[in-house]
């Protein structure tokens, strides 16, 4: 069960009543992954840095925390049979509360009298994490650095953790979780061993979602399973499509969606309101994978049709995704952006 948690105790990717990455004991799939880094331990030749890759919400920052309890557990090494730990261990409950003196999170936080966390890991934040490595206090065994997401890195705070990488000091690792690894600067990524995360299965998503204990509603069957279906193998998508807000909006964006032929502008237009407050954060990224899922599907469909024919809907792809990115990034109303992505859809498929 989760812990109870103030106000102002928010995380990125926090998930009403689902424990956090570091709070949990299981994890589901990912046996190849857990099998690589048992290896790597077991032979002792376990690389200094890792880069855990994959879409988000499958299990990356778990797996992470999940190697650096066993590691903080067993600091005399050994050979795991399994990386699972006690969460009655000491070395559980100090990753727990990220209170174990050998490990420190990188992550976005919410800065003294702000009311929302950070848009960035600033370089300030990644020095003082990175001086877990310049100290000589802690106990035995490795020091580890969680760097949770890559993505949050600022140009500067990259550098840092960079220079780090570069150099590391004798058993230091950094586990470095990454949505999109392809966008990390080329000197990181060179240095670091690859580990690619693929997403679950439906089944697989169904089962970390039915094991979630109270105080997470258990979901009834048909709406899980279509959570399921749409998640794409990410349970944070999983029990977002479980939410009725997302839901609905889903939905709607869905019917609109098999309307381009003829689009519903005044649709269009109050879906555009409705997702252009900045507390719509969430909703207005649920419309945009429901959008390219609808755009993948389409172009799965017409996959026999000759290749010059789909290209308006490729680069429509491209258009919004550019968009939603220079909109997040300088802040900028999304009701345009709404209303553009429809008429460039609508015509892209009339083009096709």
Not at 90 to 97: H, K, L, Q, T, Y
Request: a neutral charge; aromatic letters at 4%.
């Amino acid at each position: 069960m989760p812990p109870d948690r103030a106000p102002e105790d928010v995380e990125p990717g926090d998930l009403a009543g689902i424990p956090r990455p570091r709070e949990q004991a299981g994890l589901v799939g990912h046996e190849e992954a857990g099998a690589a880094f048992a290896a790597a331990i077991g032979a002792g030749r376990l690389h200094h840095a890792w880069l855990i890759g994959g879409p988000r919400g499958i299990g990356k920052a778990t797996l992470a925390y999940r190697v650096a309890r066993w590691l903080l557990a067993h600091p005399d090494g050994g050979q795991p049979g399994t990386l699972a730990v006690d969460p009655a261990h000491p070395a559980s409950r100090g990753v727990a509360a990220l209170s174990h003196p050998n490990l420190v999170a990188l992550r976005r936080t919410r800065p003294p009298g702000a009311k929302t966390l950070a848009t960035k890991i600033s370089v300030d934040a990644a020095r003082r994490a990175l001086d877990l490595f310049g100290s000589t206090g802690g106990q035995a065994g490795y020091r580890i650095c969680i760097v949770d997401s890559a993505e949050d890195l600022n140009a500067n705070s990259a550098n840092a953790l960079l220079k780090m990488i570069e150099e590391p000091p004798a058993r230091a690792l950094f586990l470095i979780v990454s949505h999109a690894p392809g966008r990390l600067l080329p000197t990181i990524r060179s240095r670091c061993r690859a580990l690619t995360l693929r997403p679950l299965t439906i089944e697989q998503v169904g089962a970390v979602v039915t094991g979630l204990s109270p105080p997470f509603p258990a979901p009834a069957p048909e709406a899980l399973a279509r959570a399921a279906a749409l998640s794409e193998g990410s349970v944070a998508r999983a029990v977002a499509m479980l939410d009725p807000a997302t839901a609905s909006l889903v939905a709607e964006v869905e019917a609109l969606l098999a309307r381009l032929d003829q689009p519903d502008w005044r649709r269009i237009l109050a879906l555009a309101e409705r997702l252009a407050p900045r507390e719509a954060e969430e909703l207005f990224a649920a419309s945009l994978e429901t959008v390219f899922r609808f755009v993948s599907d389409e172009l799965d469909r017409r996959r026999h049709e000759p290749p010059a024919r789909l290209a308006a809907l490729v680069e429509v792809c491209d258009k919004i995704a550019r968009a939603a990115r220079e909109a997040a990034t300088y802040n900028l109303d999304r009701r345009p952006l709404v209303l553009s992505l429809f008429g460039d859809l609508a015509g892209a498929v009339r083009a096709a």
